[in-house]
């Protein structure tokens, strides 16, 4: 898929800046030609040598380089890509972006490039929160860069953990792959539509609450429905990022995928995600968590009785962006996974949670809606509610992504 490809990758300075090493390696080994812009923090990080090893190129650093810019090299480096990929991007880097600046080549050629921009942000959780941080990313996002994550997990800075990771090597790879793919089947690529210019944010899959470095909590949820909503909403033109619980089934195309584990990684970065214009909170989160979960695997002690685990309630993440004050987005559609009375249940969830539609459904094992393929949906708003016939759950987000889309527009 990679085979002619041209890649220019362009280098900022941070400590995850190691991982462009194993990225650079993965796109050669599939064909691509890469390219690779430093800046001067990034060198302090890893060598050019090394970058140059690996990519075959001459690697680019110098704005006033005479050789290169003799014929305009940054200008020539900007145009002759196919995609330009950003990684890590940093606090500083994105703030350039923004607003136009271009003190350096990387800067220069981002602001001077027509091709495609993707943006692989890295950064302390903190840097990432902040309100000039955010206002950026929702700038470069309208202006038509497309981000992969960031992860959340633990940090450099020691006892630091939050939404602020380099995406993995292969996860930027796999987004790489996806960008070609839509440009090579332009059915799943989002073309102007309904929701063009909007931003979404979709939750999908289980959470995973630890009771121990070898056991969990967690539910059957495949995150089969939330991905394929995720893909239908980006189809229609708005720009998805996917906060997405422990799966094992790919990635969407041309949406923005932010991997999480437990509730409360999956709050931090739904909340990161915003502001927003669509939420819809597909993932079945884990209403309990252990209250501390044991740091060594817990061992039988021979007396039969197993232990006992205190528990605590989890975050409630759709409450949370239905009643958000400040970042509340437009439409907020939420799930409600039931075994019984799923109507009733569905119109308390509604008034309680702060959303404007709920999607309700019965997952009784009888119906198979956990880890399959189909779904029955009610569709419950504050004054309606339409019962869907048996779909497959791509059908059922084509239908729920054209609602939106629908409701949007009035």
Same mark, same amino acid.
């Given at each position: ?9 362009i280098?900022?300075?941070g ?8 990225l ?16 001067r923090?990034?060198?302090e990080?890893v060598?050019?040598l090394t970058?140059g ?15 290169a810019?003799?014929d305009i090299g940054h ?7 196919d995609?330009?990929?950003v990684?890590?991007?940093?606090a500083?880097?994105m703030?350039k ?14 602001l ?27 700038t ?5 860069? =497309? ?5 959340v997990?633990? #940090?450099?800075e020691? %006892?630091?953990s939050? &939404?602020?990771? !380099? *995406? ?17 089947d332009?059915?799943?690529a989002?073309?102007a539509?309904?929701l ?21 909590i ?8 939330g ?5 239908a ?17 790919p990635?969407?195309?041309?949406v ?7 509730a ?8 990161a995600?915003?502001p ?12 309990? =968590? ?7 695997? #817990?061992?039988?002690? %021979?007396?039969?009785? &197993?232990p006992? !685990? *205190? ?14 004050p400040?970042l ?7 799930f ?7 109507a009733g ?23 198979g ?6 779904n029955t949906?009610?569709l ?11 779909l ?19």
């Amino acid at each position: 898929m990679l085979q002619t490809k041209r890649i220019l990758l362009i280098v900022g300075g941070g400590i995850a800046a190691y991982k462009v090493l194993e990225l650079i390696r993965r796109l050669k080994e599939r064909g691509a030609s890469v390219r690779a812009v430093m800046t001067r923090s990034a060198k302090e990080f890893v060598t050019p040598l090394t970058v140059g090893a690996l990519t075959g190129e001459k690697v680019h650093d110098d704005l006033f380089d005479l050789t290169a810019e003799a014929d305009i090299g940054h200008i020539r480096l900007s145009r002759e890509a196919d995609l330009v990929v950003v990684a890590p991007a940093t606090a500083d880097l994105m703030a350039k972006m923004a607003h136009g600046l271009c003190d350096d080549l990387a800067t220069n050629i981002l602001l001077a490039t027509d091709k495609p921009v993707l943006v692989c942000p890295a950064m302390n959780p903190r840097m990432w929160a902040h309100p000039a941080t955010r206002r950026n990313a929702e700038t470069l996002r309208r202006d038509g860069v =497309r981000f992969l994550g960031p992860n959340v997990g633990a #940090m450099a800075e020691r %006892g630091e953990s939050g &939404p602020g990771r !380099l *995406a993995e090597p292969m996860e930027i790879l796999a987004a790489i792959e996806a960008h070609f793919a839509r440009l090579d089947d332009p059915l799943s690529a989002p073309l102007a539509g309904p929701l063009s210019g909007k931003t979404a944010l979709v939750t999908s899959g289980p959470t995973h609450e630890p009771i121990d470095p070898v056991r969990y909590i967690a539910n059957r949820s495949s995150g089969k429905q939330g991905h394929a909503i995720a893909a239908a909403l980006a189809r229609l033109g708005a720009n998805v990022t996917l906060v997405s619980g422990p799966v094992t089934i790919p990635d969407p195309a041309g949406v923005t995928v932010v991997r999480v584990e437990t509730a409360r990684e999956m709050l931090a970065a739904s909340l990161a995600a915003l502001p927003a214009d669509i939420a819809v909170m597909a993932a079945a989160v884990a209403d309990w =968590r252990t209250a501390d979960a044991a740091d060594a695997k #817990m061992k039988k002690d %021979g007396s039969g009785r &197993p232990p006992a !685990l *205190a528990l605590t309630e989890n975050p409630d993440i759709l409450a949370t962006i239905g009643h958000h004050p400040d970042l509340r987005p437009t439409l907020v559609v939420g799930f409600a996974a039931e075994t019984g009375n799923v109507a009733g249940y569905a119109r308390d969830k509604l008034a309680r949670k702060g959303a404007d539609l709920i999607c309700a459904n019965d997952v009784s094992p009888e119906h198979g809606v956990f880890g399959g393929d189909a779904n029955t949906l009610h569709l419950v708003g504050p004054d309606s509610m339409e019962t869907w016939p048996t779909l497959s759950k791509v059908e059922v987000a084509e239908r729920l992504a054209g609602v939106i889309a629908a409701r949007l527009g009035e």
